[in-house]
């Protein structure tokens, strides 16, 4: 099996760049994206892709630091109420959209009461509305640069959960971003870069904001200095790795954000090619869908977790990069604990006897996966064999992503290879995946207990008290068997040779200002 494993590697066929990719234009730093962008609308219909473009475009009151900290960005100052329902934000003064308006505390009540409303479907809007964690009561304008959120319960989180990226950052925006109608016409926020030409399928543009008001000192997650160096950067769509590493060859692109393991060697050896690596907090596993008839039965779910190997899969699919992990909180995680490490060990016996307890008699278990993300297939495959070793029918359904996504959405599968994006809290880890099916069918862990114990975690600042809870959490998962977890990534990118200051981190996302084409 390991040399299965190590053996796994997609090469497909090189496909046409687009002609925009060909040639060096001055000023323009050209970046490789495997799928185009969903949308632009901030946090609406997005996935990977689209928050690695946007998130150079948009920006919120707060932001994420490099560690996983929340620190103000549109914002100059935060002040709490002392019951931890009230939050009264201080706009930087002086700050502008990209049409030149000033930013004001009306245009932060504005963004926020659309978000709100369910017609915007926006992505985080359970999370503010009532169905989450947290309600969003009132926003208030009490100043032209004050505005306080009054929220119906204290939680730890509540400025964290404004900083995600699948968020949109909750970025605010001028009300032109929609027409009289308030149908959405395009983002006009604030960030270091503009929304600029997109033309589906082939690339997307972001231009240079002349006016942005950058925050001092250096580069720090989505916060920190965002001095942009390049007059565009042009998205390229190029599906197929293969042809993602023959254009950064050929000096056809200039950035290749998420390079393939198996190409990491030979990449190394080119002494035109600088290889960046760092370590992210993104969870890849296999999804166990615990309301289907079948895998309903947690004796099923348990004997799948011990047929699989996990370490051998994330060596053979990250090729000894990856990092095991069977814990939904990340290893680089302050609260990544001792606790944490427990995992089901591989036990092809145990899963046998758990199999036959559960009386199954062979009925088929579809693992659905897609190609665009490779790790993801090669996990498919790996498994499937594991699992048809200890005699699970083990059926392999490969989708075109935007058909998994929207199955994941819909809590529409028994078994589906998957990747999280990186959070950067801990309690965000197990909320990404955890809720109420009836109402957010895509969460993966419906446990009352859990949940209650989540809920403390949330609302609770006390450090000893919320590891104590997510101990709790961990032990609790592993019984449940709702996610088999397999490993955290590496973020590797590679730049051609114009490029000088591209750098990677936590949240496995390119940030393009600080980067310089010589």
């Known amino acids: 099996m390991r040399r299965a494993a190590l053996a796994l590697s997609l090469i497909a066929s090189p496909l046409l760049l687009p002609a925009a990719a060909v040639a060096q234009e001055p000023g323009v730093l050209r970046v490789a994206l495997n799928a185009d962008i969903r949308t632009n609308d901030p946090g609406v219909n997005r996935d990977g892709n689209t928050d690695a473009v946007m998130m150079h475009v948009l920006e919120g009151l707060v932001g994420l630091t490099e560690k996983g900290d929340v620190a103000p960005l549109l914002a100059e100052k935060i002040d709490v109420s002392p019951d931890g329902k009230a939050y009264t934000f201080v706009l930087r003064d002086g700050l502008v959209f990209h049409n030149g308006q000033p930013v004001t505390a009306e245009d932060v009540a504005w963004t926020w009461k659309r978000y709100l409303d369910p017609a915007t479907k926006w992505r985080c809007q359970s999370e503010f509305g009532g169905k989450g964690q947290t309600r969003i009561e009132a926003v208030e304008v009490t100043g032209p640069r004050t505005v306080v959120f009054r929220i119906d319960k204290p939680t730890a989180l509540f400025l964290s959960m404004t900083a995600r990226p699948d968020c949109g950052g909750s970025a605010i925006l001028h009300k032109d971003s929609v027409d009289a109608d308030g149908k959405w016409k395009g983002p006009i926020a604030t960030g270091p870069f503009k929304f600029g030409e997109w033309k589906r399928g082939q690339y997307v543009e972001l231009e240079r904001f002349a006016g942005y008001r950058s925050l001092p000192g250096p580069r720090d997650g989505y916060v920190g200095g965002k001095k942009v160096e390049v007059e565009r950067v042009r998205f390229l ?45 993104s969870v890849s596993g296999f999804l166990l869908q615990t309301t289907d008839p079948l895998l309903q039965d947690v004796r099923i779910r348990r004997a799948i977790a011990h047929a699989i190997d996990t370490a051998e899969i994330t060596a053979g699919v990250t090729k000894g990069t990856g990092t095991p992990n069977a814990s939904v909180i990340p290893v680089p995680s302050s609260y990544y604990s001792a606790k944490q490490k427990e995992r089901a060990k591989a036990d092809p016996a145990l899963a046998r006897k758990l199999l036959a307890e559960a009386g199954y008699r062979g009925q088929p278990i579809k693992i659905l996966t897609n190609k665009r993300y490779g790790p993801m297939f090669d996990a498919a495959v790996l498994g499937q064999a594991m699992l048809q070793q200890v005699g699970v029918n083990a059926e392999i359904e490969v989708l075109e992503w935007a058909t998994q996504l929207d199955r994941y959405l819909k809590g529409n599968y028994q078994m589906m290879s998957f990747s999280y994006s990186a959070r950067l809290d801990a309690a965000l880890n197990f909320e990404m995946m955890s809720g109420p099916k009836a109402t957010q069918p895509r969460k993966v862990w419906d446990n009352p207990e859990a949940l209650k114990l989540l809920s403390e975690a949330m609302v609770s600042a006390d450090r000893a008290k919320r590891q104590e809870r997510f101990d ?13 977890v397999l490993y955290n990534g590496v973020d590797i990118s590679a730049t051609g040779p114009r490029v000088k200051g591209y750098k990677g981190w936590a949240a496995g996302q390119p940030r393009l200002w600080g980067v310089t084409l010589q």
Do not use: Q, Y
Not at 271 to 277: A, F, L, Q, R
Not at 472 to 484: C, E, S
């Open 237 to 281: 769509v190029i599906p197929d790795p293969a042809a993602t590493k023959a254009a950064l060859l050929a000096g056809s692109i200039d950035v290749a954000p998420d390079v393939s393991a198996d190409d990491l060697e030979e990449l190394k050896r080119r002494g035109d090619i600088t290889v960046d690596m760092a370590p992210t907090m």
């Open 472 to 484: 709790r959490l961990h032990g609790m998962f592993l019984a449940d068997v709702p996610m088999l």
